[in-house]
């Protein structure tokens, strides 16, 4: 079982940064990928940038170049360094933990509003 917390999320204007955190409670965490989504009001759910348990990383078009994931496994941690952020990264954000086994968790997500 794995719990996830995300955390960092906030009101920033355009062009501002922030860092958002997923901390994972339980064993084994260096074994999950972990994805990070973000939903905004009337949307679906999306992808946003993915570390896989060997740290290979994925992104969205959208957040390529401005968004980095990273993983501290010694704290049980996901990272996701926003810069650059636009009215159109407001959402909430998600992380989720999955392996190849079909097992996976969400965490609560937090609210990341862009606006000036």
């Known amino acids: 079982q794995v719990q996830l917390v995300e955390s960092g999320g906030g009101l920033v204007q355009p062009g501002g940064s922030l860092r958002l955190s997923c901390a994972a409670s339980?064993?084994?965490?260096?074994?999950?990928?972990v994805v990070w989504y973000r939903q905004a009001p009337g949307k679906e759910r999306e992808l946003v940038a993915s570390?896989?348990?060997?740290?290979?990383?994925n992104y969205a078009d959208s957040v390529k170049g401005r968004f980095t994931i990273s993983r501290d496994n010694t704290r049980n941690r996901v990272y996701l360094e926003m810069s650059s952020l636009k009215p159109a990264d407001t959402a909430v954000y998600y992380c989720?933990?999955?392996?190849?086994?079909?097992?996976?968790?969400w965490g609560q997500g937090t609210q990341v509003t862009v606006s000036s």
């Open positions: 989720r933990a999955n392996r190849l086994s079909g097992e996976y968790y």
């Open positions: 570390i896989g348990s060997g740290g290979i990383t």
């Open positions: 339980g064993s084994m965490f260096s074994i999950y990928d």
